[in-house]
């Protein structure tokens, strides 16, 4: 029974394109805990049940596997999620050779990406979307490419490959993501950075995003920001301006 709550827990996390970390942020549980479910060495408290449901979209008898689940077809989950992953264009993908593989897969152990993104927001104001790694062996086996929604930001390749490469390649992602964010800035984006501004600050924009600003506006307002050159960072203000403006 555990083990058939975590991979349908995994397959519909999946699904719904959330990480581990997102997933438990939902939930106000660590990604530790998330990754116990899915390895069915643990097992949900009973009181989780009804938000794990509420957030991957799916009845408590699809969790438990007691029903089929109506979106899949055949029972074929593999091809189910391999279509559904490659069917929207990405606002941040790294693409790497075959050589680049031991690399990545070493420094996702580590948690240096999550240290530039904090401090790639904390600097800019700039919320590092989430990072989709996939190999692709079409490119020499030492290279590696920076993608926006399909369009090549960057690319290079890595003479030596060592314990700094993917600190380079992981820099060279966040300044591309610096440069080209007026572009990658998306409504679910902007919707991410609302929700972190309604908890760190309560009541500066309860009544007034999404009800009387769309994320529409308040993402076309940063954009116009982004290319001018200027910060996003005070985003108490530039709600204010939004604000004024009704």
Known sequence: MNKNIGENMCQYRKYKRMTQEEFAS???????????????????????????????????????????????ENDNVTMKLEITNNMFAEPLVLEFGEDMIPCVVSGLETDYINTVR????????????????????????????????DKTLYEDRIDIIDENTYKIIVDRTAEECRKNYAAMINKHIVKIMMDNIKELYPGSAD?????????????????????????IRDMIHILEELEENL
């Open 118 to 149: 904090s401090e790639l927001v904390k600097s800019t104001g700039i919320l590092m979307p989430v990072l989709r790694l996939k190999d692709n062996i079409a490119l020499e086996k030492s290279a590696y490419r920076i993608l926006s929604y």
């Open 207 to 231: 009544d007034l995003v999404p009800d009387k600003i769309s994320y529409l506006q308040l993402q076309r307002k940063l954009q116009d920001k982004l290319k001018k050159g200027q910060s």
């Open 26 to 72: 939902r939930l106000g549980v660590t990604p530790q805990a998330v990754s116990k479910w899915e390895r069915g060495t643990g097992l949900p408290d009973v009181s989780l049940i009804e938000g794990i449901c509420r957030t991957l979209d799916i009845s408590a008898n699809t969790l438990l596997g007691i029903e089929d689940n109506k979106i899949i």
